[in-house]
């Protein structure tokens, strides 16, 4: 009975490290997906900056040299009637607000962070039947090694 306990103990103590150590790989594993996908977040939004900065210069250069004053009247008022509506639609859609929802959805930076999320899940929740399974072999290996203890324990008990 001695021998019984003895190895239930074992099996116990042995199923309790496995699913532990399981445990630790995979929160390793998450927390190294998650710094990977914050990094890319982080170079999207330095693109995102870039595009803003870039946009805006443009935008004050176009104006400028359009209001800038030839002969004494400003460049935008001696252009014909269609190219004024042109200035006031450009105007318009370089406007920041304007500017804010181009970058944020359409610009360089939406694209990096499509790839990252992609990424992250394509890693993090991968498809393929290696690892598809997540932290649950652990799990399951720490709950058979508390049951199997608490079976060793009764035996050990009952054994006295």
Not at 24 to 43: G, K, M, P, Y
């Amino acid at each position: 009975m001695v021998a019984i306990v003895a190895v239930l103990h074992t099996l116990a103590l042995i199923a309790q490290v496995g699913g532990g150590v399981l445990l630790v790989v995979e929160a390793i594993r998450t927390r190294r997906n998650i710094s990977t996908f914050q990094d890319a977040l982080v170079e999207a939004e330095g693109v995102r900056e870039e595009q803003r900065s870039a946009i805006g210069a443009a935008r004050e250069k176009t104006l400028s040299r359009l209001h800038a004053p030839v002969a004494g009247v400003p460049r935008s008022a001696m252009l014909p009637s269609g190219f004024q509506s042109l200035l006031n639609s450009y105007t318009q859609f370089t406007s920041p607000d304007t500017v804010e929802k181009l970058v944020s959805d359409h610009g360089p930076a939406a694209a990096i962070e499509r790839r990252a999320l992609l990424a992250f899940l394509d890693s993090q929740f991968p498809a393929t039947p290696r690892r598809s399974h997540g932290p649950w072999p652990g799990v399951v290996l720490l709950f058979a090694g508390i049951l199997v203890a608490y079976v060793a324990n009764m035996l050990s008990t009952l054994a006295l």
